[in-house]
């Protein structure tokens, strides 16, 4: 029984949008430490977003900052990633990921190992 679980994915074209979703099966774990990875056919999984408990601190990495936004609604179990002015390098599979660790509400961390809870990813695919 996965304990998180993205949607929204699929196809788009370059320049256009998506928004993805990741519910989590319970309270305690949608209030964690949260991020977004993905991975590309024949390239090791990287670091797209992180998000903090609070949500109040949000990190990017240098290939999406500016373009996705991470957020995040606690009351709903749901961390969102939307995807503006897509291109054809962003397509990949992409999965949340989740800290149990106690962290204070601001922090984030882009280590993957740090991430113990994961979801089962959504395809997305942006074609030129």
């Known amino acids: 029984q996965a304990q998180l679980a993205e949607s929204g994915g699929g196809p788009v074209t370059a320049g256009g949008s998506l928004r993805l979703s990741c519910v989590a099966s319970t309270r305690t774990v949608s209030r964690y430490l949260t991020a977004w990875f993905r991975q590309a056919p024949g390239k090791e999984r990287e670091y797209v977003a992180g998000i903090s408990r609070s949500g109040g601190t949000l990190d990017y990495a240098d290939s999406v900052k500016g373009r996705f936004t991470i957020s995040r609604d606690n009351a709903k179990r749901t961390v969102y990633l939307q995807m503006n002015s897509l291109k054809p390098e962003d397509t990949a599979v992409y999965y949340c990921?989740?800290?149990?660790?106690?962290?204070?509400?601001?922090?984030?961390?882009?280590?993957?190992?740090?991430?113990?809870?994961w979801g089962q990813g959504t395809q997305v695919t942006v074609s030129s």
């Open positions: 990921a989740a800290s149990g660790s106690n962290s204070d509400s601001w922090m984030t961390t882009r280590k993957e190992r740090e991430y113990d809870h």
